[in-house]
């Protein structure tokens, strides 16, 4: 007879989750993943990466004293979690499984809803990662009440909406001058700029874009990898799209999906790692410790358990949890446009 916590004590759940092949996230690869052993962090935002040059003195005088541009700005991570219930049946079923096979399909029904109360909390670190991006702030609400807000600082000059005859899609609008306007306020040369699959058709389809790249009057149609080619060798930034979505889940149970980028934006940055995911240690992790879990120190970013709890019904639940914030110190050098309302 096998008993649950046995098939899924810490060690086997943390040695799953460690071993495990999972895609990542576009956020992961512009803001690489780093765990800390704290929940506050201070990182410097607000000011140009471009050298103060320095003054020409007289021999035996003091050196000029250089005055740092930045501005603290202190991070707390945020308390994500999810569990899912392994239902009555199920339990039993582990407990006296008719056959081999039976006890494998169950083993791996628990594995799944780990998996996916995993990829829910990840879901939520991207959602984090998207918002700085595309919006430069964090607004997102707290369950059980209030907000969680972070403004990233992102200058007034680094932003603009597109209007009247200006909106991309019109027939009168002149994209590349505005990605050469675009580019041209930042600091660092913008290589590198995400957008949505139905803005990139709409670049794709501009008559000036087509007879930029084929002539004039060509009917062929353009695809991203030529407009990235001329975009290129005009020294402007390669366009990528992103259209990943995720759902949330109402009060009543409804669902409603929504993107991680939004689809009427256009945001373009230089090679420079724009920031950090930056990861601490959860309540679950430290708990484990206290309880002499040594494996825990194993644990990745997002933690994952089996546990139980109450008494009529006992309820037993997979969980998962992390504690996250996405610093941006590159915020001052991205450009944030809405060419499409």
Do not use: C
Request: no cysteine; net charge negative.
């Amino acid at each position: 007879m096998a008993d649950i916590f046995e098939l899924f004590n810490q060690k086997t759940v943390l040695s799953y989750l460690k071993e495990r092949v999972i895609t990542p996230y576009l956020g992961e690869t512009l803001f690489p993943e780093v765990k800390h052993d704290t929940l506050e962090f201070e990182y410097l935002v607000g000011a140009s990466n471009l050298p103060v040059a320095a003054k020409i003195h007289a021999f035996d005088t003091q050196a000029e004293i250089g005055s740092l541009e930045f501005n603290d700005q202190a991070l707390e991570a945020a308390y994500i979690k999810k569990k899912y219930q392994i239902k009555e049946k199920d339990l039993i079923a582990l407990q006296f499984p008719r056959t081999p096979q039976e006890q494998q399909a169950l083993v791996g029904r628990v594995f799944n809803l780990i998996d996916r109360a995993v990829g829910d909390v990840r879901a939520e670190v991207e959602v984090m990662r998207m918002q700085a991006l595309a919006d430069g702030k964090l607004s997102l609400a707290i369950d059980g009440g209030g907000m969680l807000t972070v403004d990233y600082q992102v200058p007034t000059g680094n932003k603009e909406v597109l209007a009247g005859t200006n909106i991309w899609g019109t027939g009168t609008e002149d994209i590349i001058g505005d990605l050469e306007r675009w580019a041209s306020t930042l600091d660092e040369k913008a290589t590198r700029a995400i957008t949505s699959n139905k803005l990139a058709s709409q670049i794709l389809r501009n008559s000036k874009i087509i007879g930029y790249l084929f002539g004039k009057d060509s009917g062929r149609v353009a695809t991203l990898g030529d407009l990235n080619s001329f975009l290129t060798s005009h020294q402007l930034p390669t366009i990528a799209t992103y259209d990943a979505k995720y759902r949330v889940q109402s009060g009543n149970g409804t669902y409603t999906t929504k993107r991680y980028f939004p689809e009427n934006k256009f945001v373009m940055f230089g090679d420079s790692t724009l920031g950090e995911t930056l990861y601490g240690p959860t309540p679950e992790e430290s708990r484990l410790l206290r309880q002499g879990n040594e494996e825990v120190t194993n644990v990745g970013n997002v933690i994952g358990m089996v546990y139980e709890e109450g008494l009529d019904p006992v309820s037993t639940w997979a969980k998962a949890a992390t504690t996250a914030i996405p610093s941006f110190p590159e915020a001052n050098n991205v450009f944030q446009a809405q060419p499409m309302a």
